[in-house]
């Protein structure tokens, strides 16, 4: 393993310390009781009402989700161990904590985990305070499952929470702000392939073996197996593979414009990333889908991961406007 | 049998010996689940179990319910993902049916184990087959109270009856292909790997029957 860290198991209240410390403009860091150090608060949010949006998850996917609280973006993350959802007082905690009155929605991929904890924390914030939590998951990934409401949620994370957040910022009822996220959500289709495993800080090594060499398409964030196994292929045959299930899904067709984000799983190059998103450029110009505007880099990763995943959004006027609304956070700001 | 007491003092044993499990079986819980899960399955118990050890000296003059719902609301908090809901709620209930005492008939034992397994079954939405801890649970606690009041068996020697079915349960896991949980996604590809949560259950109830007087 090749990480940088103390006690493996200290390593998500250190990253969290130094995190607040090095955005101390845009975050602050909830300690007190239930909380139990555990949700990243955006300074920015304590004075605007509105619904407030909370995101979360288990640790290890940075920038998602810590990375997206601020401005126009997200009012707080809940954060979890590596790999593993947040509790639930941690999830009540946030609510208490952004509510204006107006309710809060819940966002987070579609894990068993984070379902049953963030559900406990809804349910403490009715019974205890009467404030009224809305849940949406992201179920962007296509491979992981033939039903949309099994899939899990991967980096079309990113888009969902952005679209909603900006949808509270404006001003929309909690009614609006779950529609708004139902709706993205609905648009947005993502595949990745794995190169590598993820390395865990308290086994000291790879979280599953895999051959130098070899590649697997589908393979989930916190390296749930996908579809099949491989020798590394080039890189348009890769995104061949990936973007074939993910047109025919939605299905994505001639006419649309979309938001397209290529991520890399961590470990991937930003160079390797580009070549990536060429090809994926230029199958989509081959279908007739317009290119509205693009994101390469990482934005959910999993860790020291090598990999890639592509997303597309299917666009519209609400969505455009959704995903264009400005916003300022440590790991994502447009004007 | 009538006579038979589980009193308090088996009662922190048993958490004292889960805590010594955890760390353990660290790996080998996590490389079960790195099979078919995330891989975090043996981390998540050594965290939980790390802070009911810590904290366990302070409950001890506390009754049997107090000291569960102190271990499972620790399991809830510091855990997160799946296995906390899941144990933390196992232990929450399990001390229920012995609240205000400092001792339990094994009649009561038995609604302890009923009343947490339950809430596991409750919270996963889960049942037998689903290639879940509840594949070993329910088989185990149905066992122990069939043979204690039809058979009229001795306490220790149900308790074995119930670890075997468990432990046969844990095994029923490897065919079959995975209906909740992370593993629920993969089809085909979970089958030929136990599931983690069986076997950390298994093991856990292997820790209630070795320190039965």
Redesign the interface.
């Known amino acids: 393993m090749k990480r940088l860290i103390n006690d493996p198991y200290d390593v998500v209240e250190e990253m969290l310390e130094g995190y607040v410390l090095a955005h101390k403009d845009h975050v602050e860091l909830l300690t007190e009781g239930e909380a139990q150090g555990r949700v990243v608060l955006s300074k920015a949010s304590k004075n605007k009402d509105k619904v407030g949006v909370i995101i979360g998850g288990g640790s290890g996917h940075e920038p998602l989700f810590l990375g997206y609280v601020g401005a126009g973006f997200a009012d707080a993350a809940v954060i979890g161990n590596i790999n593993t959802s947040p509790s639930p007082d941690p999830c009540y905690a946030a609510v208490k904590a952004i509510d204006k009155g107006k309710g809060c929605i819940y966002l987070y991929g579609n894990y068993a985990g984070d379902v049953m904890n963030f559900d406990m924390g809804a349910e403490k914030a009715d019974e205890e305070d009467g404030i009224r939590v809305e849940t949406v998951l992201v179920t962007d990934d296509v491979i992981s499952s033939e039903n949309i409401e099994d899939r899990r949620g991967i980096a079309g994370m990113f888009f969902v929470h952005k679209a909603t957040s900006a949808k509270a910022d404006m001003g929309a009822d909690l009614d609006e702000v779950v529609a708004a996220a139902k709706k993205i959500n609905d648009a947005t289709r993502t595949m990745g392939v794995a190169m590598s495993s993820a390395t865990l800080p308290s086994k000291g090594g790879p979280i599953f073996e895999m051959e130098d060499g070899d590649m697997e398409i589908g393979m989930g964030i916190h390296g749930e197996p996908g579809v099949r196994r491989g020798k590394i292929e080039p890189a348009d045959r890769v995104v061949d593979q990936i973007m074939e299930p993910i047109l025919a899904d939605l299905p994505y067709v001639k006419g649309d414009e979309v938001y397209v984000l290529v991520n890399s799983l961590g470990a991937t190059p930003i160079l390797d990333l580009h070549i990536c998103f060429r090809r994926v450029a230029q199958i989509l110009e081959e279908k007739g889908i317009t290119v509205y505007k693009s994101l390469v880099g990482s934005f959910a990763s999993s860790m020291d991961m090598a990999g890639m995943s592509v997303t597309l959004v299917k666009l519209d006027a609400e969505l455009k406007e959704l995903l264009d609304y400005p916003c300022d956070t440590p790991y994502f700001t447009q004007i | 049998m009538s006579d038979y007491i589980l009193n308090k003092d088996y009662f922190i044993g048993v958490l004292e010996d889960l805590a010594v499990l955890a760390e353990e079986k660290?790996?080998y819980f996590?490389e079960l689940d790195?099979?078919?899960?995330?891989?975090?399955h043996?981390?998540?118990l050594?965290?939980g179990f790390?802070e009911v050890s810590k904290n366990l000296e302070g409950w001890k003059s506390e009754d049997i319910n107090t000291i569960f719902k102190n271990a499972g609301t620790a399991l809830?908090?510091?855990?997160?993902?799946?296995?906390?809901?899941?144990y933390g709620g196992f232990f929450m209930k399990f001390g229920v049916p012995a609240k205000g005492k400092e001792e339990v008939s094994f009649d009561e034992f038995i609604e302890m184990m009923e009343a947490g397994v339950a809430i596991i079954e409750k919270?996963?939405k889960a049942s037998v087959g689903d290639k879940t801890m509840v594949d070993t649970l329910r088989p185990a606690v149905d066992a122990l109270r069939a043979v204690y009041s039809e058979d009229d068996m001795a306490p220790k020697e149900a308790m074995k009856k119930a670890l075997e079915a468990g432990s046969a349960g844990s095994d029923s896991t490897i065919p079959i292909i995975a209906k909740?949980?992370?593993a629920?996604?993969?089809g085909e590809?979970a089958i030929g790997h136990r599931d983690p949560g069986s076997a950390s259950s298994v093991a856990i109830l292997e820790i209630f029957y070795n320190r039965m007087p």
């Open positions: 660290k790996v996590s790195s099979a078919i899960g995330d891989g975090d043996g981390m998540n050594s965290i790390r809830l908090d510091k855990v997160g993902g799946a296995s906390g809901p899941l919270r996963g909740k949980g992370r629920m996604r993969l590809r």
